[in-house]
């Protein structure tokens, strides 16, 4: 296993398109993350999965931000009508969570870079 | 989760040790305290973590005072690969990690 991938590391769309990204995490990796990061800035949460199950959202996650992860293995992250403001660096982390042991760390994909024109 | 302060830059001379501090006089008895370090245009990367104990691993030291109000990340011989920015993060959810600024360090030949 080579970690977290994440497609495409780069993205350029006008103004208004919609544009989509995918996450493969580590496998067996139950936990999913995605997160925002504006230049210089540190990450910013998105939203989380256990499995297929969405389990948190932001308030960052207006309406145009829909995140999916259909068999519980990779996931997609999806903005409509993108904005200017959406230009960002998505990443996607995974960790897995045994029982009630919760200090595992979290994997990083290289992220996806959007700039919306 | 609780809040972390940060200075927002070193420098480190290469083959030095680096000290990076961190506060977090609000942490509560479960969180534990975690440190990823963020090399330019790449994904976080997990350095170590520790809850009272001191720790260490093949990367760095954790140093985590008695009262686990503050805390220390160490690299024992900077190299300048690890110019980076390096984040302090406390949490008791072991999903959502809240990253503030981080420090920026550089090391310098």
């Known amino acids: 296993d080579t970690g977290v991938s994440q497609n495409p590391r780069h993205k350029i769309t006008k103004r208004g398109q919609n544009v989509t990204f995918r996450c493969d995490p580590i496998s067996e990796h139950n936990r999913l993350y995605w997160y925002r990061q504006t230049l210089g800035q540190g990450p910013e949460f998105l939203t989380y999965f256990q499995n297929e199950a969405q389990l948190e959202k932001s308030r960052l996650l207006s309406d145009r931000f829909s995140a999916e992860r259909p068999k519980g293995s990779f996931s997609t992250l999806e903005i409509q009508r993108t904005e200017q403001g959406d230009s960002a660096m998505y990443l996607c982390?995974?960790?897995?969570?045994?029982?009630?042991?919760?200090?595992?760390?979290?994997?990083f994909g290289q992220g996806t870079r959007l700039t919306v024109v | 989760d609780a809040k972390t302060t940060q200075p927002p830059s070193m420098d480190c001379a290469e083959g030095r040790a680096a000290n990076l501090p961190c506060n977090h006089s609000?942490?509560?008895?479960?969180?534990?305290v975690y440190w990823y370090r963020q090399i330019h245009s790449q994904g976080p990367q997990y350095i170590i973590h520790?809850?009272?104990n001191n720790e260490t691993n093949e990367m760095a030291s954790l140093i985590i005072t008695e009262d686990r109000k503050s805390s220390t990340l160490i690299l024992p011989h900077a190299t300048l690969r690890d110019t980076a920015v390096y984040y302090c993060i406390v949490r008791v959810s072991w999903g959502k990690l809240q990253f503030g600024a981080g420090t920026q360090v550089v090391v310098t030949p």
């Open positions: 982390a995974s960790t897995a969570i045994e029982g009630t042991r919760q200090n595992t760390e979290a994997f």
């Open positions: 520790g809850l009272k």
């Open positions: 609000t942490i509560s008895g479960n969180e534990y």
